[in-house]
């Protein structure tokens, strides 16, 4: 399985997990946010980063998983109805604090709080299965100025 992530080019020379908090962790839980897409990355980015000023060197992360991996998916029917709205967040941090904790599966798979029915996979950097990701491939990204 590929997965991808779109980077600043100073953070895309290997797999780093910062434990900042994010939709699906809580602080100091080490995960990797990644996508099922390269069109998906860009989407999430332009949501999260300032692309356009100043335009900064972005790079794709191409990320292997053996195929058999581990994973758990939330589905939409688990998630409040706007769940994707900021005030919901504290709900999918501990959806997705409880996953990080038991250590069951190296992946959870979510919806994209961008486009709900495409999903995103974060990586558990504690699971035992972590020890076989890899990052197979770092190519230019360049967001089209149109955006």
């Known amino acids: 399985m590929e997965l991808f992530r779109i980077t600043y080019q100073e953070f895309s020379d290997k797999l780093f997990a910062p434990g900042f908090a994010g939709r699906w962790n809580k602080v100091g839980e080490e995960v990797i946010y990644t996508a099922s897409s390269r069109s998906l990355a860009c989407l ?18 191409v990320i292997y998983l053996p195929d058999q991996s581990p994973v758990v998916q939330i589905n939409l029917s688990q998630l409040p109805k706007i769940w994707n709205q900021s005030e919901f967040c504290n709900q999918c941090q501990k959806l997705g604090s409880k996953w990080f904790q038991k250590k069951s599966s190296l992946l959870l798979r979510v919806p994209s709080a961008v486009i709900p029915h495409e999903c995103n996979f974060v990586i558990n950097t504690l699971h035992e299965d972590y020890k076989h990701v890899k990052l197979i491939d770092v190519l230019p990204f360049y967001f089209d100025k149109r955006l």
């Open 44 to 61: 999430e980015n332009l949501i999260h980063k300032r692309v356009n000023s100043p335009m900064k060197n972005f790079r794709t992360m």
